[in-house]
């Protein structure tokens, strides 16, 4: 554990690691947010990014992260939407599009060394020894 400040405002907090750098009151403040996106999403499937960060008080790119992040979920017809990180097209959830998850995917597949099967010995044959000859 070790004590670090706060990104959202500031205090000391102890820091566990492997979450955001920010103190209990703050992630609870970011998850009250989230909720009140979530919401606003819910009855306003059609509203732009601009105007449901504008409504619920929230950055436009807490609002991409957590699209990112699969937290939230966009409707098809919506405007709302991110790019790839791998070609720039429009998504609407994730890192990738299906196109280039897929190349990840195989990229990694060929990478990890698969197991070769074992190849049995053949017998030996007392015909394939070397003979010695006494004198």
């Keep these: 554990m ?3 400040n706060c990104k959202g405002c500031g205090r000391l907090f102890n820091y566990i690691g492997g979450g ?11 998850e009250e947010k989230f909720q009140k996106v979530k919401e606003y999403l819910r009855t306003n499937p059609n509203a732009p990014l601009g105007v ?3 409504e619920c008080e929230v950055s436009e790119k807490q609002i991409k992260q957590w699209i990112r992040e699969e937290r939230l979920q966009i409707s098809d017809d919506s405007p709302i939407g991110i790019d790839c990180e791998e070609c720039g097209i429009q998504i609407k959830s994730g890192r990738w599009c299906a196109a280039c998850a897929a ?4 990229n990694l597949a060929k990478g990890i060394d698969k197991p ?5 010995k053949k017998p030996t044959r007392d015909k394939d020894r070397m003979r010695f000859l006494d004198k």
């Design 116 to 120: 070769k099967p074992v190849e049995k």
């Design 2 to 4: 070790e004590v670090r």
């Design 52 to 54: 449901v960060a504008e």
């Design 103 to 106: 190349k990840v995917k195989n």
């Design 20 to 30: 955001p750098k920010l103190c209990q009151s703050c992630q609870k403040e970011l």
